[in-house]
């Protein structure tokens, strides 16, 4: 996975922006102004994603690569780590994962704008 394939797939997903809002290097991925994806942007090793919390404990058992959300909440937040152990394919997954978790957090007039 590069930075500008990842960039691309965020971008695409409905209602996106970015931003950065913690500094220069942290980009920060929204959707309807909740956040759902960070990473930085000079060394591009890691991303946090929102993740169920059940799931999240789940895949930091099964997957080296992925631990508790650094700077964030641990229950709700994990750090996948792009040290090739994670498929491109599931990094993508679970970011459409962590877009639609917020998504469905989002009050009902919101969650139709996006359709």
Excluded at 11 to 30: A, K, N, R
Excluded at 69 to 93: A, C, Q, R
């Amino acid at each position: 996975m590069n930075l500008d394939k990842y960039m691309q797939f965020c971008l695409s997903l409905p209602g996106t922006e970015e931003g950065f809002p913690f500094g220069e290097h942290t980009l920060v991925f929204y959707v309807k102004g909740k956040l759902f994806a960070l990473l930085d942007v000079n060394s591009f090793e890691s991303v946090n994603l929102k993740c169920d919390p059940d799931e999240a404990v789940e895949l930091r058992e099964r997957y080296e690569g992925v631990t508790p959300g650094y700077h964030m909440n641990k229950k709700h937040w994990n750090t996948v780590t792009f040290d090739g152990s994670i498929p491109d394919k599931l990094l993508l997954e679970w970011t459409r994962k962590s877009y639609d978790l917020v998504v469905a957090g989002l009050p009902k007039k919101l969650r139709e704008e996006l359709r």
